[in-house]
């Protein structure tokens, strides 16, 4: 691994913590192995403005790259936050993170990092196309969708949830052609009228109010 590639961590500890010493050995691990190009560890106890700044209430708090990573944390986990954020600047980098994140309720958190660059609002497409993901995965994702409603950013979605129309499992093309009505897009119009053709009556109806949300009658 390229060392300057490697995401940088900072890690908020205090001397009673009994969570904090594990974890920072296991930083200290993939540092060596080069997993993190530096560590920085603050005692709260010493600098206890720094939790301030940050808002933390609780430790360990761990940052690696742009994540945030409350509370204990195995070595595994810990190296797979530390590839992610290595991953984080490709388009679609941020797929497994906010799958993840999602997963543990930290809506807040990847609400903060596509506000940061709404162009991070395609890594939820994979979500989008996994007709397995846990309820509170695809209720969150779904809120982050409504956040961008009419938003250039999810405008230029319009294709790639076009293509989600035609996805083998119905759940998939019904949730496509309801993210399509949130774009308020033009373009979005022939893959919802294409759509009011799928042989699921759940996806026609779907694609049927869809096309009234955008002013045309199905």
Not at 45 to 57: T, Y
Not at 162 to 168: A, C, N, P, S
Request: proline share 6%.
């Amino acid at each position: 691994m390229n060392a300057s590639q490697s995401p940088d961590a900072l890690l908020l500890l205090t001397s009673q913590c009994p969570h904090c010493p594990v974890v920072l050995a296991s930083l200290t691990e993939l540092i060596k192995r080069g997993e993190i190009g530096r560590l920085e560890v603050v005692n709260l106890e010493c600098h206890p403005q720094a939790a301030q700044a940050l808002g933390v209430r609780s430790v360990p708090w761990l940052r690696i790259g742009p994540f945030e990573l409350p509370g204990a944390r195995s070595a595994a986990e810990l190296a797979q936050w530390a590839s992610r954020a290595l991953t984080a600047a490709k388009p679609d980098g941020y797929a497994d993170a906010f799958h993840d994140l999602l997963k543990q309720a930290d809506l807040q958190q990847v609400r903060r990092l596509i506000q940061a660059d709404p162009a991070r609002l395609a890594s939820l497409l994979p979500i989008v196309a996994n007709p397995e993901a846990s309820l509170n995965v695809k209720l969150g994702g779904g809120v982050l969708f409504e956040d961008y409603a009419g938003d250039a950013a999810l405008q230029v979605l319009v294709d790639d949830l076009g293509e989600l129309t035609r996805h083998d499992d119905a759940r998939v093309r019904a949730d496509a052609a309801h993210l399509l009505s949130l774009t308020q897009a033009v373009a979005a119009l022939p893959w919802l009228r294409a759509a009011l053709r799928d042989a699921d009556a759940e996806v026609r109806e779907i694609a049927a109010e869809s096309l009234q949300s955008l002013g045309e009658s199905a």
